[in-house]
């Protein structure tokens, strides 16, 4: 079992949580809510909305997101729907825990920090660096780019 940490539209109440909950991916438990201890930029870009966390830390903002523990048949669904390591890279980042609903006796040691992987990109637009950048992601905020499903996307 490893703990992932989701900023974005896998986050509950985003376009994509269910997949954290369909059996048939495999098993993802929710752990708690936590920040980044570095900033990052998180951006909202390309043609569909998409969120990207920019793996550049240090710059941006700190970053707030949801730790799950998954198996290894969620981490191999999560590593292909994040296309790793062709656009995203999973890579361990530290959290300052915010919440822990976990398991007491699987709650982390210094139950203020944590790590987790997360899905970040080197593979970005250089111009993505000018956009806005958010600490929290929600598809249908006030920033007005609101996610386009894969359902939803004209695929030729």
């Not at 240090?58 to 707030?64: A, D, I, K, S």
């Not at 040691?109 to 637009?125: E, L, V």
């Not at 600490?135 to 386009?148: C, F």
């Amino acid at each position: 079992m490893m703990h992932i940490f989701v900023y974005g539209t896998l986050k509950q109440g985003q376009p994509n949580h269910y997949r954290m909950l369909d059996a048939m991916n495999g098993k993802a438990e929710f752990l708690g809510r936590a920040l980044t201890i570095d900033k990052y930029p998180l951006v909202i870009a390309g043609e569909y909305n998409i969120p990207f966390l920019l793996n550049l830390p240090g710059e941006g903002q700190r970053v707030q997101g949801e730790i799950y523990r998954v198996n290894d048949k969620m981490l191999k669904f999560l590593d292909w729907f994040e296309d790793c390591p062709k656009m995203y890279q999973r890579t361990e980042v530290l959290l300052e825990v915010e919440d822990w609903v976990g398991d007491e006796e699987r709650k982390p040691k210094d139950s203020s920090t944590t790590k987790a992987f997360i899905y970040s990109t080197t593979t970005y637009k250089p111009e993505w660096l000018q956009n806005a950048t958010f600490s929290s992601y929600d598809s249908n905020g006030d920033h007005g780019l609101q996610y386009v499903t894969r359902e939803s996307r004209n695929i030729d």
